[in-house]
């Protein structure tokens, strides 16, 4: 059974656009742009600069630890280490969200902040970040194309954490 020809050219023009969609490199990241990553907290969306974050890693099981902070959920094992697991919601003083399913790394002592949902990656034009209005630990907000969210200084929040 033979294909008929309009059929045959059409595969071989979809096969061509195939093999020529792995000839182009792919685009080179712009040095300009500053990459984000979109995170929900407390029922916020937050971002953070991806150059603060050490990891990003779906949450496991947490030890709880008596402790009178209520934004410290334990301690968790990860990667042959035990790191101190905080609520980033609360640390923000934002109303309790669900149960956080996903957790940033950072600081030098490795600290898990951990967040409700990951929404994404995103970069932005530094013309997009703009000065928040109450800094602490939220000093910027991005404009983003559906809505504005707010920037989490990560340093700053653990250098919070460290003076309690």
Do not use: N
């Amino acid at each position: 059974m033979s294909v008929p020809a309009p059929e045959q050219e059409a595969a071989a023009r979809l096969r061509a656009e195939f093999d020529a969609s792995f000839a182009v490199p792919p685009p080179e990241p712009s040095r300009d742009l500053v990459p984000l990553l979109l995170l929900r907290a407390g029922g916020q969306r937050l971002a953070a600069r991806l150059q603060a974050v050490r990891g990003l890693v779906r949450l496991g099981a947490v030890t709880p630890v008596p402790s009178r902070r209520p934004e410290f959920l334990g301690i968790a094992g990860l990667r042959g280490e035990i790191l101190p697991v905080f609520q980033l919601g609360r640390l923000l003083g934002l109303a309790a969200g669900g149960a956080p399913r996903w957790m940033v790394l950072a600081g030098a002592e490795r600290v898990g902040l951990a967040f409700d949902d990951f929404d994404g990656y995103v970069q932005v034009a530094p013309s997009d970040l703009q000065p928040a209005a109450g800094g602490g630990p939220l000093p910027e907000v991005a404009r983003l194309p559906d809505r504005p969210a707010p920037v989490l200084d990560l340093a700053h929040l653990l250098q919070a954490l460290g003076g309690r």
